[in-house]
């Protein structure tokens, strides 16, 4: 029976709900299928071990020995040309020939070019024995010339030279992540035409900018993500950036460059001071859409004694009553207060529209809050409900300042009927969901009566029990992450039975049991690295 034609659409639609060993067997469907499927199974080429690497060298081998005929067939018609013109003008003198490598530029050297497919490299995952070299880099680069997004986070051994040839290779690269490649400076980025850049990452490269400013390239960027180390003389140079990610700045480098753009869509500020004047400049941001503060302090006072701590004593009135007169809550997409602590946070929600897809909620949150988040946002694809007495297990900061601290200033206050009903209103659109609430029977008791078949990220901040654990493979049969706190009263043979068993959690890709970070297992100790990379903030799909 012949199989029915079907679109490029429904054929990524169907896929997309296969593990990919399924999806692998569709490969020999017919040539359409085989023509979609491998467009996305080798979109993105990400390295997870020193194997692969290796796998990876061999696979580009037949490549290499191309290279090398090519480049000795060009020699020898260099070699022959350049005795012809030696002999005809009677010169002794040699000269020195540069042998480019030529070829047709078909990536992988298969009777199936894979090459082409190739969008994403993908070098950032961190294993044993990595070992990414310029030349490694480059060769990856001649065989997919059309990649769009180059990753080489903590690529230590990589230099401006490599990168810079790269760029001179790979004339689509628009999204450059260079968190951690310590080697690399701005003048890697002197091949990259104008306008051709959109996302630049630069966090953990101090002094990026220090010998060389691309006015080209920093006029033309959308996105930039960067630590304490940005300049004015830089932040001059920007002007169209939409998005912006900035980890420990100076609030007056910040200010300075919300300033410089005024069309900001994306505010992300992590361990960040907010004094007046830069908290005036968000606020004043027309375009924002997403506004996420993680671990941020409002300062409104010159004296250091006695600033206020956000999610030590419940946040500053000032501070607080500028967020609230914020005039776009009801067309933001994501709002984000991590381990913060905000006061009119209810009122700050009823603002808020069905436009809104992420919330991760401050530390002052009640049943009256999710009620009313349940009421006027309806459509949330990511929530976050953390309480501060857990936070210690995650590795988050619990220092505190010189003034006093309630005692219960950081709990979470939200009953069983309550988070029930707040995790069926959004059964249908839930996909990241990550709770941290005692007792932890209540969430327990919420989760095992709310199946989802959408869930894709589960993180759950305390201990498990062994029938929620019996049954997480049931519930929510499309989990691709999963971190969960605490299995203390569960054996390491039960855990592997219902979590790693065959025709359990199929589409698993990365996973963490806090308190079994010594396993030997070793299908784990793949997932927890994955989880590992998941949790620095970089997908790893």
């Known amino acids: 029976m012949p199989i029915p034609a079907l679109p490029t659409e429904v054929i990524i639609l169907i896929i997309s709900y296969l593990p990919r060993p399924h999806i692998v067997r569709l490969l020999t469907v017919n040539r359409h299928w085989y023509n979609v499927i491998s467009a996305q199974l080798y979109r993105t080429l990400c390295i997870r071990s020193l194997r692969e690497q290796y796998e990876y060298r061999n696979l580009f081998n037949e490549t290499r020995r191309g290279r090398k005929r090519r480049q000795q067939q060009q020699k020898s018609s260099n070699d022959q040309q350049q005795q012809q013109q030696s002999t005809d003008s009677n010169l002794d003198n040699k000269f020195e020939i540069g042998y480019p490598i030529t070829g047709n530029g078909n990536g992988f050297y298969s009777s199936e070019n894979y090459g082409q497919y190739v969008r994403v490299l993908d070098l950032s995952v961190p294993y044993n024995g990595k070992d990414i070299t310029d030349s490694f880099l480059y060769d990856l680069a001649l065989d997919c010339p059309n990649i769009e997004t180059l990753n080489l986070y903590n690529c230590h051994k990589i230099t401006t030279g490599a990168v810079k040839r790269v760029l001179a290779k790979c004339k689509r690269i628009r999204f450059f992540y260079l968190s951690m490649a310590t080697s690399l400076d701005a003048r890697c980025l002197q091949e990259a035409i104008p306008g051709q850049l959109h996302t630049l990452n630069i966090f953990g490269v101090p002094r990026f900018f220090f010998r060389h400013r691309p006015k080209a390239v920093l006029a033309s960027l959308k996105t930039l993500k960067a630590g304490q180390w940005l300049d004015r003389q830089t932040i001059d140079l920007t002007g169209r950036l939409e998005h912006i990610s900035l980890e420990g700045m100076h609030p007056e480098h910040i200010s300075h460059l919300m300033q410089c753009n005024k069309n900001l869509r994306t505010i992300r500020l992590v361990r960040c001071q907010i004094h007046p004047i830069l908290l005036g400049h968000l606020t004043n941001q ?256």
Request: include cysteine; charge should be negative.
């Open 286 to 541: 027309k375009q924002l859409t997403t506004l996420e503060l993680h671990r941020c302090k409002f300062i409104f006072n010159n004296n250091d004694d006695v600033q206020c701590d956000d999610y030590a004593d419940g946040g500053s009135v000032e501070g607080d009553n500028m967020l609230l007169h914020f005039s776009r809550y009801h067309l933001m997409q994501r709002l984000e207060f991590k381990y913060m602590h905000i006061p009119s946070i209810q009122r700050i929600v009823e603002k808020c529209s069905d436009r809104l897809v992420s919330f991760i909620g401050p530390y002052n949150l009640s049943d009256a809050i999710l009620d009313t988040l349940s009421t006027y946002c309806c459509r949330l694809e990511r929530l976050s409900l953390v309480t501060r007495s857990n936070d210690t297990s995650s590795g988050a900061s619990t220092s505190t300042s010189n003034t006093s601290i309630k005692n219960n200033s950081g709990r979470v206050h939200i009953s069983l009927e309550s988070l029930k009903r707040t995790l069926h209103t959004y059964t249908s659109s839930l996909a990241h969901l990550e709770l941290s609430i005692q007792p932890a029977t209540i969430v327990e008791q919420a989760l095992l009566q709310w199946p989802n078949p959408n869930l894709q990220i589960l993180i759950l901040r305390l201990r498990v029990s062994i029938s929620l654990l019996q049954s997480l493979a049931t519930l929510y049969p499309a989990l691709r992450v999963l971190y969960i706190a605490s299995t203390e009263s569960i054996s390491e043979d039960e855990v592997d039975q219902y979590l790693l068993g065959q025709g359990k959690l199929e589409h698993l890709e990365a996973l963490m049991l806090y308190d079994r970070r010594d396993s030997t297992n070793q299908e784990y100790l793949t997932l927890k690295n994955h989880y590992d990379y998941w949790s620095l903030g970089k997908e790893i799909w």
